[in-house]
């Protein structure tokens, strides 16, 4: 099983990023899919979740109306497009397959001009 985060970066304040999690070795189909994130010294906080095939989303009150969580079923792979984009989101982002111990290795994200 692999999950493999990419997109983070540094950012502005304001700006927007897109994260991508590619996945491979286990069945895609049927499986609701999570970011997660986490900052220095923090725990991790569920970010978004989406289900299959893709049509509910529920995200943290944080990051609702500002992040977007997305789905390629047939390139086995999930988003999350992240706008307005603050400091406190500064972060550590992955991804997981819902309910199961299966996690990427993560995707830095840091907000500061």
């Known amino acids: 099983v692999q999950l493999v985060e990419s997109g983070g970066g540094l950012v502005q304040p304001g700006g927007s990023l897109r994260l991508s999690c590619t996945t491979s070795g286990f069945t895609f189909s049927g499986l609701a899919m999570r970011w997660y994130r986490q900052a220095p010294g923090k725990g991790r906080e569920l970010v978004a979740t989406?289900?299959?095939?893709?049509?509910?989303?529920n995200y943290s009150d944080s990051v609702k109306g500002r992040f977007t969580i997305s789905r390629d079923n047939a390139r086995n792979t999930v988003y999350l497009q992240m706008n307005s984009l603050k400091p406190e989101d500064t972060a550590v982002y992955y991804c997981?397959?819902?309910?199961?111990?299966?996690w990427g290795q993560g995707t830095q994200v840091t907000v500061s001009s």
């Open positions: 997981s397959v819902y309910g199961s111990s299966y």
């Open positions: 989406i289900n299959y095939p893709g049509q509910s989303t």
